[in-house]
């Protein structure tokens, strides 16, 4: 009669086959956690952007004399060389601001979420490569605000950056 030998414990292969799959789990959850970064970050800057527009609205709403009597709403382009006005310098004075002059100073704190207008010495756009752009139909008081960002395109091997717009129309009555 043949004895069987009871087996004492796990083999080296078999230990080495359970680190493999191990290893092969932790890598998938690595690059789970990697898609999901990639993904938030870009679903942060659409909704800074989002707000951008939504910020410059609230402020042309909140100042309807100022939209009405003035063009300073009716084309703006927040870069270095664009469409900022100057400061009114009304903020802190006892008279406080006409609705024109609040009209600029919407404009220019607007603008400051894109390029420094304000010359601070710790200055940091909102989004990378921001731009801010808002323009009028007068005729209908349909304003368009545009805010453009650099954000780096994952899905491609190259990972460029790539150009990303957000176009907000609200119509005023």
């Known amino acids: 009669m043949i004895k069987k030998r009871q087996q004492a414990g ?22 789970m956690q990697m898609v999901s970064f990639q993904t938030n970050q870009a679903a942060y800057a659409r909704s800074q952007a989002i707000y951008l527009a939504q910020d410059i609205f609230d402020r ?36 406080g601001c006409t609705p024109a002059q609040m009209a600029q100073q919407d404009v220019r704190e607007w603008a400051d979420n894109f390029v ?6 710790d200055y940091r756009p909102t989004l ?11 005729l209908t008081n349909t304003f368009t605000a545009t805010i453009t960002w650099n954000e780096r395109d994952w899905n491609n091997g190259s990972r460029t950056i790539e150009s990303r717009q957000v176009a907000i129309t609200v119509t005023l009555n």
């Open 60 to 95: 042309i709403r909140a100042n309807p004399t100022g939209y009405a009597t003035s063009t300073v709403y009716d084309n703006v382009l927040s870069t270095s060389s664009g469409t900022i006005p100057n400061d009114p310098a009304c903020v802190t004075t006892a008279g």
């Open 116 to 121: 420094d207008v304000f010359s601070s010495t």
């Open 128 to 138: 990378p490569g921001g731009v801010g752009q808002l323009t009028r139909t007068a």
């Open 10 to 31: 796990f083999s080296l292969i078999e230990v080495l086959v359970a680190i493999l799959v191990l290893m092969v789990g932790i890598l998938g959850v690595a690059g």
